[in-house]
Each structure stands twice: as structure tokens, then as C-alpha cells.
């Protein structure tokens, strides 16, 4: 449903600023039916790629393709395909109400506000702006009209949605009634999303893949299954009674992968990366050496917060 190839934007340096390459040289495809995440730190480029993507900015170089249709040769029908709700945009008309937003975007996209009502009714519902139809989208709450705007997008029955940060600043609430949608228009609708977000939650219950990002660069393309594999990496916390032996100390220090976090005379903890197991029972074998009396052992859960900043502060080349 989209492909991308060589994407590249250089944002000129203005008064006597240097330039600066926002996205360089990025490629990737999403099928149909597909909920992309695309990740990254801040100034990362998502924010960028996502405008040139809704046609918003124009690239230095490389292709943009959505349905088969090239962007530029083919600007209009291509990007018929394509709505997208913006970082901090609204998307919307203030004083028009809910509902007549939803029916406005409706009629510029060409579609009949008459046959319309079903869907009308079903988005207000779904977000739980049923009694807020006949209210002006300026007197609605931050995170109300948060959901219109997605709604709106929605509403046009483009294939391809383009979602900036749809949940930054948004309470519990909010963002799960969308997180639910978004899953939902994409097992039902089988339209195709690309979400950029911060918020790893979000990540780990509707993205099938992500890409991240850093420095305009992709640095892994992989599902969120396969990257939760690939650094499952366990953190135990291994705390003993007393102090260590100066063996003990030397032994422990030889190992890479335990690291002594706490070193008093009256408790010792150490924290030992695995990759495998191993190593676990190598620092047991240490530490009972000395017949050190075990405190307690505590685990640390891999999660995608975890996984995001090894890949984004490690350097890892998953793509
Ligand atoms: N209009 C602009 N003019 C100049 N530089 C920009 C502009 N927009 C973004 N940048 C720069 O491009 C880089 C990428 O920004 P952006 O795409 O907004 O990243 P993200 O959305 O991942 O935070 C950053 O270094 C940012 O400062
Ligand atoms: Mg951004």
C-alpha cells in the first residue's frame, strides 16, 4: 500500500544555521491492512517523513508510492488514498459542531453526508461523543478533540491513515478508546496506519511492526514480536547478606555481564545481564564460595521501553 524509497529532506539552514537532514535516505514498504509504528527519539524525522508522506513537504529525493500510484507524477489520485492527523493539528472547524465537522469533511471528500449517517453515528459512539454531536469543536475537551480530528480522518474512507502522535498528552481514557479503534479499523476495514508515538504502551498493543528512527535513519524494521526475541535479555538483581571477599569481588568483576550495584559491609547486590543462563548460575557458584547468605533474587521484565532504548541508545543495527 506504500512504498517507500531513498527518502531524503534536507531542511535548509536558515541565517547562517547549517542545514539539516532530517530524513536521510530512508526505505520501506507497508502492506495493506497493516498498523505500522514508527518510532524514534525526538528530531528524529517522524514527524517529517509523515508530511511528505500526506504529500504536505516535498522530498530531496527518493519515491513515495501509495496504492501503486507515485506521489508526485500522479500527486491527486494518490493522495485521494491518504488522511492524516498531524502532531498538534486539528484537523477541524471550531465552531462547527461534532457532527457537522464529521459531515463537512464527508461532503469536501466527495462522499454523501445521507449515506454517511451509519458511520457518523458509529465514530461518535465509538469515542463516546454521542451527547457532544451538537457541540462546537472549540468547547470540547483536549483529548474529545483529539478524537474528533481522528474521525474525521477516518471518516473520508481513505485506505492509507497517517497518525502523528495521536495519543501524546491524552488521559488513560482517551487513548485506549483509540487504541481500540485504530485496532479496529485495521482487522475490519483492513486499512493501512502508520502511527508515530513516544508511548511504548501504544506500541506494544497495536503495532504488528515498527520502525525506528534515529538521526533520519531506520535502524530496525522488524515486528514487535521478533525485537521483544531478539534482546531478550533478562535483568536479575541478586542481593547477599555482608560483604564480599576480595575473590569474590575479582571473580565477579572478570564477568560482563554482572555488574555489583550495591557494595556495603552489610549487603552486596548485583545485577547480571543474560543472554544466557548461564551466567546466572557462574555468579551463584561465586557467591557461594564464601557461603554468602542469599537476600533475594528479583527479575526485571523485558518490555518494548526496554527494547526501544537499547536499539536507539546501543547503536544496534536490527534493520
Ligand atoms: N521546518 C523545519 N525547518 C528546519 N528544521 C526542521 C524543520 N522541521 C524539523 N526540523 C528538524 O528536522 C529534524 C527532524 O525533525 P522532526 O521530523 O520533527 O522529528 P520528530 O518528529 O522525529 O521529532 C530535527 O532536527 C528538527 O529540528
Ligand atoms: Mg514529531
Known sequence: MIQVEGLTKVYPGRKGKVPVKAV???????????????LGPNGAGKTTTIKMLCGLIRPNSGRIQIGGMDLIQHRIPALGEVSAVLEGN????????????LEFFAALRGLNPAHLRADIQHYLEFFNLGDKRDVEARKLSRGMQQKLAIAVALISQSKVILLDEPTLGLDVQASY??????KEIVKKQGRTVILTTHDMNVVQDTCGRVIIVNEGRIVANDSVHNLLDLFRVKVYTITIQGELTSDQRSALLAMEEAVITEDSPFRTSICVRLEESQVL????????????????????QNNFERVFLEIVEGGVQGA
Do not use: C, K
Open 24 to 38: 536521510d535516505g530512508i526505505s520501506f514498504s507497508v502492506g495493506e491492512g497493516e498498523l505500522l509504528g514508527f
Open 177 to 182: 478508546e483509540i487504541r481500540q479503534l485504530l
Open 281 to 300: 548460575y557462574d555468579v551463584l557458584r561465586v557467591l557461594e564460595s564464601n557461603h554468602s547468605p542469599l537476600e533475594s533474587i528479583d527479575q526485571e
Open 90 to 101: 486539528r484537523n477541524m472547524y471550531w465552531r462547527l459542531t461534532a457532527q457537522e465537522n
